[in-house]
């Protein structure tokens, strides 16, 4: 799959427009022979056009330079993100990977063809002196058929290349001197479909345990596109939002009553995503740790150990995004970011979770149990989550504890990863039969976690400042 960013902007124009001299505009040096290309689109959406409804468009389109399948979503700005597909395949079923990118949205509706584009296009690229292209500009005839009913008209594209968004606005000026009008809509099938009103935003909530449970609803949709391509942060981010919004459940329970069972749910497709993550993070620290020649028959086998780990993660973590047990899941988070029920006191959740982890860390560091350890990590974790639900109304001491908790769990997650690793490392001595080199980056774990272990006192120290809880209670 190609993914290209486009930055478009487009124009309304009367029977007979003809385009202004562009030259000189802005580094315009020429505007070269316009090239014609006839162009037959077929748009696809569900029955109630959810797609357009997101800003988003799907289409099968012959013809031009770059037939194919084509969706676009949301960008930064004016900009647009469009993956690419070659043309395959049954025309009239839309390719499995562009499906699962808007899965998270359309859930378990159907993707049917809702239009026909046929466009007749005379495209001008406009380039500085030294050839290069700055912008092409398309002038469109569109006949638009839906539902057997017609519709034509005329417009203009103007779509950056090399230039910049200046360009762009002294185009427009140009476009719009000689008659031009930017278009009443935002995409050709969207006139076709008669323009229909994006879906209405929810009010954001005033409570912020529901308003930090929603943020993390759309963290895990949102971040699903990206997990379906591979992406390692978009595995990260949506895993850190199920976390986020498992813990707020547990922790929130007043709030939340009767959600018990979307924690389990939750909990596995976390643990889906860490075995992805898991593997590709342990990976990337112990192979930094393994230098030297000497080393590359372990560095071998630990790649190609974590390698299977993650690829293994992979496959089953594809499955699972396409299967009913999933959409059920977004279901259910979807209820529960809409309710409208708060407890009376919230703050103090918070402040009961971060005492238990207090407790934990203490009784761990006494009994100097690593497995103890650890479960003071996740505590803090979870105290930390509910913490950051307040973060904002409590301003710069809120930001500061989140900050020095955030540390403190990131020394007990260094400390944890060495004991992982070490584990790793005598499994696959003792599987290899090479054990002397294994042995050796053995030793080195061992010295982080009593590195990371050192650290502790201090970070700890600055977690349970007073200035910084005093607002928490």
Not at 250 to 263: L, M, S
Not at 275 to 286: A, I, S, Y
């Amino acid at each position: 799959m190609e993914i290209a960013s486009e930055t478009e902007r487009k124009y309304d124009v009367p029977d007979g427009f003809e385009l202004p001299d562009l030259a000189g505009v802005s580094g315009v040096s020429s505007a070269d022979a316009a090239q014609t290309h006839d162009l037959d689109a077929t748009y696809f959406d569900t029955d109630e056009l959810t797609l357009l409804r997101h800003r988003r468009t799907l289409r099968r389109r012959s013809g031009g330079s770059d037939a194919g399948w084509h969706l676009k979503t949301p960008g930064e700005g004016f900009s647009r993100k469009e993956h690419r597909l070659p043309l395959n395949g049954n025309p009239d079923l839309v390719p499995e990977q562009l499906a699962g990118l808007v899965r998270s949205i359309i859930r378990r509706q159907r993707l049917r063809p809702v239009a026909r584009l046929r466009t007749h296009r005379v495209e001008t690229p406009l380039k500085k002196a030294d050839g290069t292209t700055l912008a092409l500009i398309a002038q469109d005839q569109v006949i638009a058929e839906r539902d057997g009913e017609e519709q034509r008209w005329q417009e203009v594209e103007v779509e950056l290349v090399d230039g910049d968004a200046a360009l762009l606005d002294k185009i427009g000026r140009a476009l719009e001197s000689a008659g031009a009008r930017p278009a009443a809509g935002p995409s050709k099938v969207a006139r076709a479909l008669g323009n229909p009103r994006p879906g209405k935003a929810a009010k954001t909530p005033k409570d912020p345990v529901l308003r930090y449970a929603r943020e993390q609803r759309d963290a895990i949709t949102g971040f699903d596109p990206g997990v379906r391509q591979g992406e390692p942060e978009a595995v990260h981010k949506m895993r850190v939002g199920t976390r986020r919004l498992r813990s707020t459940l547990k922790t929130f329970k007043r709030t939340f009553p009767d959600a018990q069972e979307i924690g389990a749910e939750l909990k596995w497709l976390a643990d889906l995503l860490g075995e992805v993550r898991d593997g590709q993070v342990q990976e990337q620290k112990l192979l930094a740790e393994i230098q030297g020649p000497e080393f590359e028959p372990v560095a071998a086998r630990v790649r190609e150990h974590l390698d299977a780990q993650v690829e293994r993660g992979r496959q089953a973590l594809g499955e699972a995004l396409e299967s009913e047990r999933y959409l059920a899941l977004l279901d259910r988070i979807d209820e529960l970011a809409e309710q409208r029920t708060a407890e009376k006191d919230p703050l103090a959740r918070a402040r009961k979770s971060l005492a238990k982890a207090d407790g934990l860390l203490d009784q761990a560091l006494a009994d100097g149990v690593d497995a103890e350890l650890h479960e003071a990590r996740k505590a803090y974790k979870r105290a930390r989550y509910a913490v950051e639900v307040f973060e904002a109304q409590a301003g710069k001491p809120g930001k500061q504890l989140v900050k020095a908790l955030t540390d403190l769990q990131d020394v007990l997650g260094a400390h944890q990863d060495s004991v992982v690793a070490r584990e790793l490392l005598q499994e696959l001595g003792e599987r290899d039969g090479s054990g002397f080199w294994f042995g050796v980056l053995y030793g080195r774990q061992e010295q982080v976690g009593a590195e990371t272990h050192a650290q502790l006192p201090a970070v700890v120290e600055a977690s349970r400042a007073k200035k910084l809880r005093k607002w928490i209670g």
